[in-house]
C-alpha cells in the first residue's frame, strides 16, 4: 500500500474478507442498502423518506456521481442525516478480474473522492461492495483498506434490465426482500430509480408497522453515531455493541 500513505483506512472494525449480507441485531431486523448514487433524480428524494421514517440506511456510492453536479451536496446530506457510507467503485467499472493493485487503486481513488466531497480526511466509509456483485480478488484488498465486503443480499430487481420497473412489482420485491437478518440491494442511481424510491415510500411502512427495525450491515464500523439531521435514530449504542458480529 505504498500509494498515499497518508490515507486512512475506512473505518470498519476486523472487517472480513469474505463478504458478509446479514443484519445487525436479531430478530425482525434488516438493513436497507442503496447502491450506484447518489443521483439527483432519487436520492434526496430517499434521503426524504428515509428522515421521516426514522431509518438508517447504507449507501454505497460511486465516484464519478459524486463528482458530478449536486452529487458532492447530496453524499454530505446522507452523511450529516446518519447514514452509513460505502466504496461502489470510482466508474462501475467490473473489478472481478482486476489485478490487487488495480483493486486497490480503485478503492483509494474513490475513498479519497467520497473524502474530498465531504471535506473530512477522516470520513467513515467502512463498507465495500464490488460492482456488478463480481469480488474477484476486491475481499482481502477492501478488508486491509478497512472496509467490509458486503454481498449482494436480497435484490430487488430494480436495474435496468429489470423488465417490469413499475413501483407496484418494485414493493412487491421488496417486501419480499426485507426477512428478518437481510441485506437488502436497492439502487438510487444507476439510472432512473424513481420507482424504487416510491416503492421503498410504501413498503418501509408496512414494515415498520409489522415489528421490523432497519440496522446497518454485520461488520463496517463501530456503533453509528447519533445522526445529526432528520427523525433517523439507530437505538443504543450498547444495544449495537452487543450486536456486532
Ligand atoms: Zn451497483
Given amino acids: 500500500m505504498g500509494r498515499d500513505p497518508g ?5 470498519a472494525v476486523d472487517p472480513t474478507q469474505v463478504p458478509v449480507q446479514r ?20 436520492t434526496g428524494r430517499l434521503l426524504d423518506v428515509l428522515a421521516d421514517l426514522g431509518v438508517v440506511a447504507t449507501f454505497c456510492v460511486v465516484g464519478a456521481n459524486v463528482t458530478a453536479p449536486g452529487g458532492a451536496a447530496l453524499l454530505r446530506r446522507i452523511r450529516d442525516e446518519g447514514h452509513a457510507l460505502g466504496n461502489h467503485s470510482v466508474d462501475y467499472a467490473d473489478l472481478g478480474s482486476a489485478s490487487l493493485e488495480e483493486v486497490e487503486a480503485v478503492l483509494r481513488d ?20 464490488a460492482p456488478n456483485g463480481n469480488f474477484g480478488r476486491t475481499g482481502p484488498v477492501a478488508a486491509a483498506l478497512g472496509m467490509q465486503p458486503l454481498g449482494l ?3 430487488i430487481h430494480d436495474w435496468d434490465a ?5 413501483v407496484a412489482t418494485i414493493a412487491d420485491h421488496l417486501r419480499a426482500a426485507i426477512s428478518p437478518g437481510a ?10 430509480r424513481r420507482t424504487t424510491v ?4 410504501t413498503v418501509l411502512p408496512e414494515k415498520i408497522a409489522a415489528g421490523f427495525r432497519f440496522t446497518l450491515p454485520r461488520g463496517g464500523g463501530p456503533p453509528h453515531p447519533r445522526p445529526r439531521g432528520g427523525r433517523a435514530t439507530l437505538g443504543r449504542p450498547a444495544h449495537l455493541d452487543q450486536e456486532q458480529q
Avoid: S
Fill in 110 to 129: 474513490n475513498l479519497r473522492i467520497i473524502r474530498t466531497a465531504l471535506d473530512d480526511p477522516e470520513a467513515a466509509v467502512p463498507y465495500f461492495r
Fill in 198 to 201: 416510491e416503492a421503498v415510500a
Fill in 162 to 166: 429489470c423488465p417490469d420497473r413499475t
Fill in 23 to 42: 443484519a445487525r441485531g436479531t430478530g425482525r431486523v434488516a438493513a436497507l442498502t442503496f447502491d450506484d448514487g447518489p443521483d439527483p433524480r432519487t
Fill in 183 to 192: 441485506v437488502v440491494l436497492a439502487h438510487d442511481g444507476g439510472g432512473d
Fill in 7 to 11: 490515507l486512512l483506512p475506512g473505518g
Fill in 153 to 155: 443480499g436480497a435484490v
